[in-house]
Structures are given as C-alpha cells and as structure tokens.
C-alpha cells in the first residue's frame, strides 16, 4: 500500500485496528485523544513508523516500544 500518513485522532477506537497490518510505507499515525489501552504486536509491522501520537489515551506502557523504531519522533 502507498499510504503514508493515517489520522484516527477523536474516535473513541478502544484498540488499534489490524487493518494496519500490511501498511508497510506507513510514516505517520495519529491515535490521539482514544480510548486505547494496549499496543499490539501489529505495531511492530509498521517499520517505516517515523511519527506516532497516542496523546491522551488510556495507556500503561514503558519505552519498549519505541526501541523497536529507531527512527520514531516522540
């Protein structure tokens, strides 16, 4: 897929959705202001992820995610 950039901010989405999957050149994600409260393994499918925002959710997670981008602005 050539999708680039995703915006799903103000959506209430309580889990990220596995539609993701397959979004290889995927730079851009935008979950903020949800209710997600856990990231899937799907995440680290997306290696091209270069921006994530998961402002304002219902979160409980450490920096293990973001070592498996290098290259994520936070």
Known sequence: SNIKRINLSNNLIEKIPKSLEGLENLTHLDLSFNKI??????????TNLKYLNLKSNRLKLGFELVKNFPLIEL
Request: proline share 10%.
């Open 37 to 46: 409260k856990e990231i899937p393994k799907i995440i680290n499918q997306l």
